[in-house]
């Protein structure tokens, strides 16, 4: 810990019931208690984005950045860089989260050259090492910010100009070592300006089959320096570029299929992506799971008025509850967690607003958590699902799936039958409402 804490106001936060006043307590969260025989510390995987937490500073196309952050001298020096993780332990430490995630750029200022932005990396992650050693705190993943350095204003892998990849390859493999040296359970690729702005000016076949080498490279080096953390794409349709070539689930599997690199991947699935995609959250993770690549989540929400990523705090309990029926209906997370890529609001610009929202995403997520589990003993909702397609478990059904019909015996079927056996109600008010009676 640093000798001055960095917040001084924040006690450790401990769980204290559905009763509580107390702003600085969790009323649901509570790390020890058993859910579906898991505790829910092991259940959520709470992880704290170094990016949003530690680096956003709150502006706005229209404002400069409102945050006050009296441990962060504002400068980009290395020493800041230190001091500033941290920082970042004691604010994770206080709130029990047991994970992080960085950007290699978040995490050290860039230097004047590659060489110098690696050695200012590696004298913050001596810090980060020491950090998680004193605390058991350990990185969900790390990933490599291709974005923000006006060098990538083309792509970084589908840039029009090969040294730029050759960039991005060179700073993804460091990012990949530190996240190795750092034993961390994933490493996460977020093609941020892995589209085009326009079609007349973009060779779209070979900026997509640049993206392909690039993460067959990726995959190739995770096996030479023996890292066997998770791999994520993490979709996004737009914003920063027009087309986001991982523009949702289903662009992402596809890819990852033409490229013959499924096995090596998993998605990192973020909510308010998946609403920019024009999509619910939980059809993404459907989506995912169907294809057994559901690995993580960026748990945040968006503001369905607004056309961009608002990356706000979850606070929606049906939203939680919908991604959590998820997680569990998969049998929980294994490398992956839910991961709060989320940002205060410019006008919550104070320290302790930080420790506002982290308390609110988890406690939401927590009661998701435990409505989930509750909808899933009542069991009503899965047998009505289960009943729907009870056409499907023997005879005709039973045949088609099995491969055994074909249109010649379907035809004989029906031309004997003459007609279909009446269909039910889909009873979508009817389930809503059992819904209601657990949130
Ligand atoms: C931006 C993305 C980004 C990734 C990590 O919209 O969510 O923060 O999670 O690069
Ligand atoms: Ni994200
Ligand atoms: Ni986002």
């Known amino acids: 810990m640093p000798e001055q804490p960095a917040f001084p106001e924040l006690p450790e936060i401990s769980y204290e019931g559905p009763d509580s006043k107390n702003p600085l307590a969790f009323r649901h969260y509570s790390p020890g208690e058993v859910i579906e025989g898991r505790t829910m510390r092991d259940h959520l995987r709470f992880s704290v984005v170094y990016w949003h937490t530690f680096r956003n500073p709150l502006g706005d196309p229209f404002g400069v ?63 980060l090492k020491e950090e998680q050693q004193r605390t058991g705190i350990r990185l969900l993943w790390g990933t490599a910010c291709l974005f923000v350095h006006p060098r990538f204003v083309h792509g970084a892998s589908t840039s029009c100009n090969a040294d730029v990849f050759a960039y991005a ?195 939401t997520f927590a009661r998701g958590l435990k409505i989930a589990a509750a909808i899933r003993a009542d069991g009503r909702l899965k047998s009505f699902v289960r009943e729907r397609y009870a056409s499907w478990d023997s005879g005709i059904g039973a045949q088609i799936e099995s491969g055994e019909a074909d249109f010649g015996s379907l035809e004989r079927y029906m031309l004997e039958k003459g007609e279909v056996d009446p269909n039910s109600s889909g009873r979508q008010e009817f389930l809503e409402n059992i819904i209601n009676q657990f949130v």
């Open 169 to 363: 390859a060179a700073q993804v493999k460091k990012a990949m070592e530190i996240t190795h040296e750092l034993g961390g359970e994933g490493y996460t690729f977020w093609g941020g300006r892995e589209g085009y702005t326009s079609l007349l000016n973009t060779d779209l076949k070979r900026e997509l089959d640049h993206l392909g080498r690039f993460l067959r490279m990726a995959v190739d080096y995770r096996r030479r320096i023996g890292f066997e953390g998770q791999f994520y794409i993490e979709p996004k349709p737009k914003e920063p570029t027009k087309h986001q070539y991982d523009s949702d689930a289903a662009a992402c599997l596809n890819f990852l299929r033409e490229y013959d690199l499924l096995d090596h991947f998993k998605l990192n699935i973020e909510t308010n992506h998946a609403t920019l995609a024009g999509h619910t959250v939980e059809h993404e993770l459907e989506t995912a799971i169907a294809a057994g690549a559901l690995g993580s989540i960026d748990a945040n929400m968006g503001d369905l008025l607004l056309g961009w990523d608002t990356d706000q705090f979850p606070t929606d309990i049906y939203q939680t509850t919908q991604v959590m029926l998820r997680v569990l209906g998969m049998g929980g997370f294994t490398s992956g967690g839910l991961n709060f890529d989320a940002k205060v609001r410019r006008e919550s610009f104070e320290p302790m607003d930080l420790a506002y929202a982290h308390i609110a995403g988890m406690d």
């Open 65 to 127: 950045g409102t945050a006050a952050r009296p441990w962060d001298d504002g400068s980009s020096s290395v020493e800041n860089a230190r001091r500033r993780a941290r920082a970042a332990f004691e604010f994770m430490e206080k709130l029990g989260v047991p994970f992080y995630a960085f950007h290699d750029r978040d995490l050290a200022p860039e230097g004047a050259t590659l060489r110098e932005s690696n050695r200012n990396l590696d004298a913050v992650v001596e810090v």
